[in-house]
């Protein structure tokens, strides 16, 4: 008998119908001789809904509180999706990541995954039932609620999957798999059949959110292959393991664009030392997620300091770049939240050279100005103007040969 984990995302949970079918296939599952660990995301927006009521109540929203407050989204679609399994006959029961045993360090918000001890969910499945377990969330070593950070049900199902030894870890979503670009913004992208674990991680790390960047890492450190595919179609998607590419695979795998970033430019910074680990560090230690930065040559003894973060931590870091900012005697700072960055990701980038100028090229003669630049062995990835999105996304796409010919056909749900 196979053990198979499928997790459903927010839009594959959406509402009551989204449930139901989500039952139906757990059952059909558990009817063909499997045991079945499922994972569930919030209803669709639930999760963004209660962070935006939090801001209308409290400017402070300390880190112990949000996580009381967001794994409620899990914990309702885990409560729910449980009660439509038993209708249809199965013997099902549902928990919270804390009785399951996924114990985390304290870093409210974004907790890390220590140990997942997975007991109780021996224990039903031993019992021939279905589990069904609230993604995104654990415990602290100080029985405190924790929560691993957005899009983190992807991880809750590979770590399941891994401590588990299960046979097959699905993570269910809605679109059909791993497209060599986002299919809601180039309608070209092809479908790939496989992606290795570094490339995928690539994909991840430069913002595709079609799978959660720390449930890559994970499933990569412990070697669980994740198949990425659809709620809404059921056909056979993508597989994410650690197979090698081939000699025939292409140079360049993907394009990915990422919208959730902001950046900000520090105006007027003296140029000595010591200057970058002010600024920095205070970020750093806020837990502020700092991407690309620039430093542009000194003019005159001052130059600028441009960086790149997540939109989803201005607020903390709008204060301490303001403090520093003072501090050491800038002259201002800017903030620009209207920016996309774009990436090529691909492991034969590795060994051949000119990727960078191709694609520079292709996104002047394009009209697309580069306002930075960072790269990676297997990625290269440009901030532009978020109007530039889509041209710069599509145009790339097709100069470096990934169009699919035809346009993406599984239907794209609206995300409510
Ligand atoms: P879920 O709620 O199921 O976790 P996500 O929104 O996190 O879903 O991820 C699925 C979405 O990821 C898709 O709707 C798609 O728009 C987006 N996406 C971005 N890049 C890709 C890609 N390369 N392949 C497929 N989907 C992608
Ligand atoms: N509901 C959480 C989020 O929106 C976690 C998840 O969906 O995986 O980030
Ligand atoms: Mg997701």
Redesign the pocket.
């Known amino acids: 008998m196979a053990l198979i984990v499928q997790k459903f995302?927010?839009?594959?949970v959406a509402d009551p119908d989204r449930m139901r079918a989500v039952a139906e296939h757990v059952a059909f599952t558990k009817r063909h001789g499997n045991d079945v660990v499922v994972v569930v995301?919030a209803m669709g927006k639930t999760t963004d809904n209660l962070i935006s009521l939090a801001a209308q109540v409290s400017n402070t929203r300390s880190g112990r509180e949000m996580d009381m407050l967001l794994t409620t989204g899990e914990r309702m679609s885990a409560a729910l999706v449980c009660m439509a399994i038993s209708d249809l006959g199965i013997d099902a029961v549902s928990f919270t990541g804390s009785q399951v045993g996924i114990i985390t360090d304290n870093k409210h918000g974004k907790a890390k995954i220590i140990e997942v001890k997975g007991d109780r969910v021996r224990e039903a499945l031993a019992q021939g039932k279905v589990c069904v377990v609230a993604g995104f969330q654990g415990v602290s070593n100080e029985n405190e609620i924790t929560t691993l950070g957005r899009?983190a049900s992807?991880l809750t199902a590979s770590a399941l999957a891994q401590a588990l030894n299960a046979d097959a870890c699905e993570i269910y979503?809605?679109?059909t798999g791993?497209?060599t670009?986002?299919?809601?913004i180039v309608p070209q992208a092809r479908k790939l059949a496989h992606v290795n674990f570094d490339e995928m991680l690539e994909?991840a790390g430069a913002g595709?959110?079609?799978l959660a960047l720390r449930s890559v890492e994970f499933a990569r450190n412990h070697n669980v292959p994740l198949h990425v595919r659809s709620s809404f179609t059921w056909e056979p998607g993508t597989w994410v393991s650690s197979k090698e590419p081939g000699m025939e695979e292409p140079i360049v795998s993907?394009v990915?664009t990422d919208t959730s970033e902001a950046k900000v430019t520090v105006i007027g910074v003296p140029d000595r030392p010591g200057i970058s680990a002010a600024l920095f560090e205070p970020l750093a230690d806020a837990n502020v997620n700092v991407d690309m930065i620039v430093q542009n040559t000194s003019k005159e003894g001052t130059t600028d300091i441009s960086f790149t973060m997540p939109k989803a931590d201005m607020a903390v870091a709008e204060q301490i770049v303001a403090r520093v900012a003072a501090e050491i005697g800038a002259v201002g700072v800017n903030h620009n939240a209207s920016i996309s960055k774009i990436s090529l990701v691909g492991a034969g980038m590795k060994t051949s050279p000119g990727i960078a100028a191709k694609m520079f090229r292709v996104l002047a003669d394009n009209g697309v100005n580069i306002e930075m630049i960072s790269t990676s062995t297997i990625r290269i990835s440009v901030v532009c103007s978020a109007a530039d999105l889509e041209t710069a996304a599509r145009c790339l796409h097709t100069a470096f040969g990934l169009d699919s010919g035809q346009a993406y056909a599984a239907p794209l749900p609206e995300r409510k």
């Open positions: 995302g927010g839009t594959s995301s899009g992807d979503t809605d679109v791993v497209f670009a986002d299919p809601r994909m595709s959110k079609v993907g990915v």
